[in-house]
């Protein structure tokens, strides 16, 4: 059977269209995306940069590990307050392969962990890492970790109930060197990403306490550009993120 010429050629315009019409949309999504991460930065008053290549890869493990490093998008980075005192905080869009594959909110101890803890979801595959044993199910979720013996030494009834608060839309959140982690969605919205920021820095709360006597050096290793005044700060915990219509 010949198929005429003219509907070949009806089909690869169709096809074009469409391709055009997608990429299109994806370009307006990350534009759109783009601006609102720069508003919240800018309420914060914190630092906006559209692409990192080097911050990814301070980590190695829990959304990281399937996926490689890749690019950090549509980057905020500052400082924020917590229970127990100001922390460094990122959030940004983790790039591999040309797609958004999660959004990252990174929250920073005041010293580096010896064990990592990936706090994953059941309904996610195991992940593959070499290094990892179970250690066991931690609320709902469930622990992969490097060192068993500390890692259960981390699991308070208060760890417990702080992971369970961070959501069902978060795949991982885990603890690595000096940084606490979560992987929300692509979809997350800045209001999402303020109620993730709260609850992961009570995670490092959690796991790295209050010590009076190390946060004058842990205060002075952030950034001149990242971290705020006290008064700046203080004002941001009672600001609310309104996305603009």
Known sequence: MNVPTWVWFTVAVLFAVGGFVLLAADRAQRTARNRERRRWAALRGWQFAEVDQVLPTRWEHGAL??????????????????????????????????????????????????????????SVPVPQESGLDLLGPVGSRYAFVTNLNAARALMTPDLVEAAEEIGEDVVVVWLENEWVVAAAPPSATPARLEQLLRDVGEIADLVDPFDPDAEDADVTELPALEAASDAQDEQEQNEIYRPSN
């Open 65 to 122: 590990a399937p996926h490689g490093s890749g690019l950090a998008k549509d980057v905020v980075a500052g400082s924020t307050f917590t229970a127990d005192g100001r922390r460094q905080v990122y959030v940004f869009d983790h790039e591999t392969g040309g797609k958004i594959s999660s959004v990252l909110i990174a929250v920073r101890c005041r010293r580096k962990h010896d064990v990592v803890v990936e706090l994953w979801l059941p």
